[in-house]
């Protein structure tokens, strides 16, 4: 195991020293984040900025290979592990104390035996030695994003870094390129060798992919720089707990009936204002058989809900109100939609409606009870 | 909301079909399907086709065309329920129109499939599409072809 650098070693190092951390944010391999992060490194050294190479991973691209020669590279650092690849040397890094250290793939996972699990540790650590640091990653590892990049993509990613590393980084930047020009690049072996060309742009690389991770990486800068705009406001979204208890669920309860499409077509578009994730709940009692009317109904549910990108769930219970708080806990759904209830007449002789019932079993979930617009008085002719 | 002690729903009723192609409603068309609808006391399903091009998953969320579909299923549903017509909107996706078409007459049983057809600047399905249903539709099929005097 590395051992840390003493504090003398390490330089001058206190809160007010740390160095400025610049992150080039993706929304892919490929779209130039290498490549502009060594273009910076260059301009900077042409002003007489001290800039070393602290990690780079060229991944045979040819012009990245040609735009880092000429910028000193600080020797990555064996690994420990037969067969592992070289890590960026940190200590080295702080001990040649450059004024600007270039450190690609921020989300990278070192090889064991490195004294930090995670790269961007080892840039934590450099930036504590008071260095300056342009960082590159893909929006992709961003640990919040990624069941929803998973949902996405079909791709689950492994190496994900916290939300805090860009919410404490000085400045972000998004390096932008369309995904008809991303897979031109692909096309044309800039990115891949050409055996990976083809099943690059079939999987992981589809024009639907880039773009929902394009839209991921615009939605993530421009918050960024939303808050950054705003400096006075309490920095709310920094603490994951707090950025997990503002953001909004939706729970739809849906039955085997048309009006279910349209609300979960109004809840759909309330959803996409919010920002919100949204699940649909069908809850039916054991063994229910629903006639062709209720299939068709239900059927066209879980399609409409395959195309909105809705979460179908389906409760087998005969006590609906507990189903329902059963799946807003397990969702941590915070906003429950549901059509006007029709209160039997056992309700009406218990003197108690359901919606009470629901209310109750839902303490602290906003409850929108949405009226069938086809109801307005005056809209029939 | 049905809650589980309700009994259970009446028996079926009549089914209309009358599909869109995405990003097009012709006010004509729409009015002609209601009143067929009408005339059979049926309920008229309105279905708006998206076409899922072939580089995203058939099952991929289409949120653009979702927006679009949206407002145009909400005229249809309240201009169905003016005219005191049952409206069961829908939304189907397929590789093609023909593809969203077989996906929806699989799924459900619909009595009567209106068509309308392209012409005279009215919006619709073009004449293979057509020929292609007339061909494969599961039940009586009724292609709407307005006078070219009625404005879309």
């Given at each position: ?18 160095g400025h951390h610049r992150v080039l944010l993706g929304a892919a391999a490929g779209v130039g984040k290498t490549y502009r992060m060594l273009l910076e490194g260059k301009q900077a050294a ?5 800039v070393v190479i602290g990690y780079l991973e060229p991944h045979d691209r040819p012009d990245t290979i040609a735009l880092a020669a000429?910028l000193?590279q600080?020797?990555p ?8 690849r070289?890590e960026m ?11 600007l250290a270039l450190v690609d793939e921020l989300a990278h996972t ?8 995670k790269r961007y540790?080892d840039i934590?650590?450099v930036l504590?030695?008071?260095?300056d640091v342009i960082s590159t990653v893909n929006i992709q590892h961003l640990e919040?994003l990624?069941?929803?990049v998973?949902?996405?993509t079909?791709v689950?990613v492994?190496e994900t870094f916290p939300d805090?590393i860009l919410d404490e980084a000085d400045e972000v930047v998004l390096v932008d390129l369309t995904p008809e020009e991303l897979r031109d690049r692909i096309?044309a072996g800039k990115v891949y060798p050409?055996?990976r060309?083809?099943?690059a742009?079939?999987?992981f690389f589809?024009?639907?992919n880039l773009q929902s991770l394009r839209q991921l990486a615009l939605r993530e800068v421009a918050e960024d720089v ?156 | ?152």
């Open positions: 195991m590395q051992e840390p650098l003493s504090q003398t070693e390490r330089g001058p190092a206190d809160d007010s020293g740390r042409s002003l007489g900025v001290d000429g000193e600080v020797a650092r064996p690994a420990e592990e037969a067969g592992a070289p040397d940190v200590d080295g890094v702080i001990r040649r104390a450059p004024e070192n090889a064991s035996g490195s004294r930090n699990r540790e934590g650590e504590t030695a008071g260095i919040s990624n069941d929803l998973f949902e996405l079909g689950r492994r805090r096309g050409p055996e060309v083809e099943a742009l079939a999987n589809r024009t639907e939303e808050e950054r705009r705003a400096p006075h406001r309490p920095a709310r979204d920094t603490n994951p707990l707090i950025r997990q208890a503002l953001r909004e669920r939706i729970l739809v309860l849906v039955e085997a009936s048309p009006r279910s499409q349209r609300l979960l077509r109004r809840a759909w578009r309330s959803g996409q204002r919010l920002g919100a994730d949204i699940d649909a709940l069908w809850v039916h009692p054991p063994g229910q058989s629903l006639d062709e009317d209720g299939r068709v109904a239900v059927a066209a549910l879980r399609r409409l809900a395959v195309l909105l990108g809705v979460h179908f769930l389906e409760e087998e219970d005969r006590n609906s109100v507990q189903a329902i708080a059963r799946a807003v806990a397990d969702r941590r759904s915070t906003y429950v939609f549901l059509s006007r209830p029709e209160d039997g007449r056992l309700d009406r002789l218990l003197g108690r409606s359901r919606l009470d019932a629901l209310l109750d079993a839902l303490p602290g979930v906003d409850v929108r009870i949405c009226a069938d617009a086809v109801d307005r008085p005056g809209e029939r002719r | 909301m049905r809650w589980p002690w309700q009994a259970p729903r009446a028996a079926t009723t009549r089914r209309v079909l009358v599909a869109f192609a995405a990003g097009e409603l012709d006010p004509v068309v729409l009015r002609a399907a209601i009143r067929i609808a009408r005339a059979e006391e049926a309920t008229l399903v309105s279905a708006y086709l998206i076409v899922v091009p072939l580089d995203h998953p058939l099952e991929s969320p289409m949120v653009d065309e979702v927006g679009e579909a949206l407002p145009i299923l909400e005229a249809i549903e309240r201009e169905g329920h003016r005219s005191g017509v049952p409206v069961d909107a829908r939304m189907e996706r397929g590789r093609s129109l023909r593809d969203a078409l077989t996906r929806l007459w699989t799924e459900e049983r619909f009595d009567r499939i209106v068509l309308p057809a392209s012409t005279g600047g009215h919006p619709g399905f073009g004449e293979r599409d057509l020929a292609w249903a007339l061909m494969h539709a599961p039940t009586e099929m009724l292609v709407l072809r307005p006078a070219p005097e009625a404005v879309p």
